[in-house]
């Protein structure tokens, strides 16, 4: 059974930064695209970040410059560090392996508010 476990979230002002970690179980974590998507109150769930296998990383261009993605394969888990937080990354994040017909966590709440 897959189990991806998110952690991390929480309430932080603007400019502040958290980390949100994710690790899986159940499942060859190291051959999967790994990913962070967010959905904040009536929008759409939007990618965030991704790394594929060989550690190549693509980023929305919200976060550019703020957000850095990391991957251990050997403790199957995928970072995401938010550095410079806004107001608008408020959102319930989320990880995934393997696109969006693949795998999802439970979702982690990041709230940023003063």
């Known amino acids: 059974q897959v189990q991806l476990v998110e952690s991390g979230g929480g309430l932080v002002q603007p400019g502040g930064s958290l980390k949100l970690s994710c690790t899986a179980s159940?499942?060859?974590?190291?051959?999967?695209?790994v990913y962070w998507y967010r959905q904040a109150p009536g929008n759409e769930r939007e990618l965030v970040a991704g790394?594929?296998?060989?550690?190549?990383?693509n980023y929305a261009d919200s976060v550019k410059g703020r957000f850095t993605i990391s991957r251990d394969n050997a403790k199957k888990t995928v970072t995401l560090q938010m550095n410079s937080l806004k107001p608008e990354d408020t959102a319930v994040y989320y990880c995934n392996l393997g696109g969006m017909s693949g795998h999802w966590g439970q979702g982690t709440q990041v709230t940023v508010s003063s």
């Open positions: 790394i594929i296998r060989g550690g190549s990383v």
């Open positions: 159940g499942i060859s974590f190291s051959i999967y695209a």
